[in-house]
């Protein structure tokens, strides 16, 4: 091999040496640039996610993770009111359901969970009693034995079940129905089935 030929094989792989070095540094360049937008987009998303936290959660603290336990621990108390919510708004469709079946009646509601209503008809009292499912433990014998002591005689009764509730409908009979003092026989009703 002659000198020009070595100087050609010398040049040559530089030139390779060049190009290679040129395609690590575009290498180099890309992955630093897609670090810079993954560390960008993070960045992004942290701060969205602390906007959405309630400003005394995040007092004081600045770092990620930080942000993020509080986050976990927001959202768990969210989810723990949100069950303690809908607990209460499936106990008021039960109160508005039963208020919904009142027809008038002249005496004075507590819609608890358990109510009495006592309608007046000819001959007789109508005695509603109604409650939420799963809240079946009624003293019946008590509430006949009430009744009884109050004169009236028990004509029908009429037990019924929905998905929301129960319902007991007494028909009474009685010779003078000025003698009962309404509002206080629901009184004790309710104080019996309650």
């Not at 810079?36 to 005394?56: I, Y």
């Not at 919904?100 to 008809?121: E, R, T």
């Amino acid at each position: 091999m002659g000198k020009g030929d070595r100087h050609k094989i010398l040049a040559d792989a530089q030139d390779n040496d060049g190009n290679s070095n040129t395609k690590n540094n575009e290498k180099k360049i890309m992955r630093k640039e897609i670090e810079r937008q993954r560390r960008q987009h993070m960045s992004n998303l942290h701060a969205s996610l602390r906007s959405l936290l309630p400003l005394e959660s995040i007092k004081g603290k600045h770092s990620a993770t930080d942000h993020i336990n509080e986050a976990v621990n927001y959202i768990k108390q969210m989810e723990k009111t949100i069950q303690e919510l809908s607990l209460k708004r499936d106990q008021l469709k039960n109160i508005s359901n039963l208020e919904a079946l009142d027809h008038g009646g002249s005496s004075s509601h507590n819609y608890l969970m358990k109510c009495v209503n006592i309608n007046p008809y000819s001959g007789g009292l109508e005695i509603v009693i109604s409650g939420v499912v799963g809240e079946e433990n009624l003293q019946l014998s008590s509430v006949l034995e009430a009744l009884l002591e109050e004169g009236l005689d028990v004509a029908s009764f009429i037990s019924s079940q929905t998905d929301e509730g129960y319902f007991l409908t007494i028909q009474t009979e009685v010779e003078d129905l000025a003698s009962i003092d309404i509002s206080g026989l629901q009184q004790k009703l309710h104080h019996i089935i309650n």
